[in-house]
């Protein structure tokens, strides 16, 4: 008789195996970049333990706000109207507090006709991972340039781009974002610790992911083809990510110098230098690396700034404890006697 193989399903620390974490089958281009930042997605949530019925998707319209669909197929989600995501999230994240909100947005979605949405979002410092999935055009409406491509990038048909771009993380951190990063969807592991780390911190956490289109913006000419921005990314940093729950002795110290930063939640997102030391407490200093990889015609990818002591939009509003979408009527309704008060008040 032949022995059975029995199937071992890994469990994370809250005994979820991966599968509670994943979505349907994809439906984009072969070889799209947007379903590798899914796939990472589905990694960090699980990695980083959060109960999936615990995180909130939200998306706009685009390529990118397709893939929620791909992803988490266990947690809440809210396909928004074109650019109006994060008005959306801001509603959301006030009347419940405490889930996890990822956001997923396009180039044109973000840089475009929500840009103004991303504006006050990111100045209310709303408590939310803000994933944008950038690849320089539009690709549900056969590849214009968007309002992220750079100048001299060329797509498979017509002419070079000459307008300026607009850069969302520049954009970011001149606004006083309190997590701001950029990575590329070829760099798994990058892209992985940036996520862990920004689905732990306390604030909007800005990551702009440079996705290429393989259908319409990945020939050679293009700044934004896998090949370009493979040979031609300049990372400030290695980046780690140590859960709380992890000790830090089982962690291998990497072999240059580091720095570690310790998150909301009590885990740490360690920093090891790779070519200048970058200082990611400083907002001078993450725009000088965004002008000087411009100049350069380089991607620059890691975490440029972070801020942990800036209070998220509920703290600032000083939220009860409780949501409110959990509220019981002994919160919600005030008894007669505190009624009284209320009206003796404006009586007095």
């Not at 988490?72 to 419940?96: C, D, E, K, Y």
């Not at 991303?118 to 590849?143: Q, S």
């Not at 001299?152 to 997590?179: H, R, W, Y």
């Not at 956490?205 to 913006?217: G, Y």
Request: aromatic share 6%; with cysteine.
């Amino acid at each position: 008789m032949s022995e059975k193989r029995v199937r071992t399903v890994k469990l994370n620390v809250i005994n979820e195996p991966k599968d509670s974490y994943t979505g349907g089958k994809s439906s984009l281009c072969p070889g799209c970049g947007h379903d590798q930042i899914s796939n990472v997605i589905i990694s960090a949530a699980w990695d980083n333990a959060i109960q999936p019925h615990r995180i909130a998707k939200m998306s706009g319209i685009g390529c990118s706000s397709k893939t929620p669909a791909y992803y988490l197929g266990q947690s809440h989600g809210f396909n928004t109207v074109h650019g109006r995501m994060p008005s959306v999230t801001t509603g959301a994240n006030v009347v419940n507090k405490d889930l996890t909100y990822i956001g997923v947005s396009g180039d044109g979605d973000s840089a475009s006709i929500g840009i103004g949405q991303l504006i006050h979002a990111i100045r209310r410092n709303l408590d939310m991972v803000y994933i944008v999935e950038n690849n320089g055009v539009y690709g549900l409406t056969k590849g214009q340039y968007s309002a992220t491509a750079d100048v001299g990038s060329k797509k498979k048909k017509g002419p070079v781009n000459e307008t300026q771009p607009i850069d969302l993380c520049a954009m970011a951190i001149n606004l006083g974002c309190s997590f701001v990063a950029r990575s590329f969807s070829g760099s798994k592991k990058q892209l992985t610790a940036l996520l862990k780390a920004a689905m732990s911190h306390k604030g909007f956490a800005l990551i702009d992911v440079i996705s290429p289109c393989v259908t319409f913006n990945n020939n050679d000419e293009s700044l934004r083809s896998y090949g370009y921005v493979k040979d031609n990314q300049a990372e400030l940093h290695s980046v780690g990510y140590i859960p709380h729950f992890s000790p830090l002795e089982q962690v291998e110290v990497p072999a240059g110098s580091y720095r570690d930063v310790t998150l909301h939640d009590g885990s740490t997102m360690r920093l090891e230098t790779i070519s200048e030391d970058h200082d990611i407490g400083d907002a001078v200093a993450a725009l000088s690396a965004l002008h000087k990889a411009d100049a350069n015609k380089k991607h620059v990818t890691g975490i440029l700034y972070f801020d942990g002591e800036k209070p998220a939009l509920d703290v600032d509003l000083d939220l009860h404890e409780t949501p409110l979408v959990e509220m019981g009527q002994d919160l919600l309704r005030p008894s007669p006697e505190q009624l009284e008060e209320v009206i003796a008040s404006f009586r007095g």
